[in-house]
């Protein structure tokens, strides 16, 4: 088992979920604006919709790697290409952060949390990035891929509910903080960028 392995995903995993993206944004701005409570529920949903995308992958990949190994390594290929696509996509984008509140309908915590469970679970672009992005990180040529692949996704889902959870509980000073610092929207855009291409220059080597 190569404990440096788990150590820079858990990293990477860190450095993505800080980075300014749909969902905790949405965490952030359903805190700001109904309190912390409601972005914990959302937060709780987001996260357990992540053992579907892991449940998925770990089958589903095992499979292939059993089947053949040259398609494995297309698909880490594949992966970290698609990783660059999202630098990409970033790069393209505003770096202004939109924390508009207005956007957010008030709803109760049970609402909040299946609101995020689908919404993790029903997008598409998840179980892409899950498939980008765990096979590069597999620690162990002993142990069962299932076994591996939920041990990732037991790091990220840990990893980013203590981030997210952070998030809302913090919601009021992040808040302040954009607010007062115009270029911060512009430093996480360039962490996101390197992290994507970091992730992806790590699968391919």
Not at 3 to 32: K, R, W
Not at 36 to 54: D, N, P, R
Not at 87 to 98: E, G, I, N, P, T
Not at 108 to 123: A, C, D, E
Request: glycine share 8%; charged share 10%.
């Amino acid at each position: 088992m190569d404990y440096n392995i788990l150590f820079s995903f858990a990293l990477a995993t860190s450095a993505l979920a800080i980075s300014p993206g749909p969902d905790n944004i949405y965490v952030l701005v359903q805190s700001i604006t109904n309190g912390k409570s409601h972005g914990l529920a959302t937060v709780s949903g987001l996260i357990t919709g992540c053992i579907v995308h892991t449940t998925l992958l770990a089958f589903g990949v095992s499979a292939i790697i059993k089947a053949n190994e040259d398609l494995f390594f297309a698909i880490k290929v594949l992966g970290a290409l698609y990783l660059l696509y999202l630098a990409y996509k970033v790069h393209k984008s505003s770096s202004q952060l939109d924390l508009d509140a207005n956007t957010v309908p008030k709803k109760s915590l049970k609402g909040l949390f299946i609101q995020g469970f689908f919404m993790n679970v029903l997008n598409p672009k998840v179980t892409i990035f899950f498939l980008a992005f765990f096979p590069g990180f597999l620690f162990s040529e002993s142990m069962s891929t299932v076994i591996q692949f939920y041990i990732l996704g037991g790091i990220f889902m840990l990893v980013s509910f203590i981030i997210f959870s952070s998030i809302a509980l913090l919601a009021g000073q992040i808040k302040k903080y954009i607010t007062k610092h115009r270029n911060s929207g512009l430093v996480l855009k360039w962490l996101q960028i390197v992290v994507f291409i970091g992730i992806a220059i790590f699968i391919l080597l």
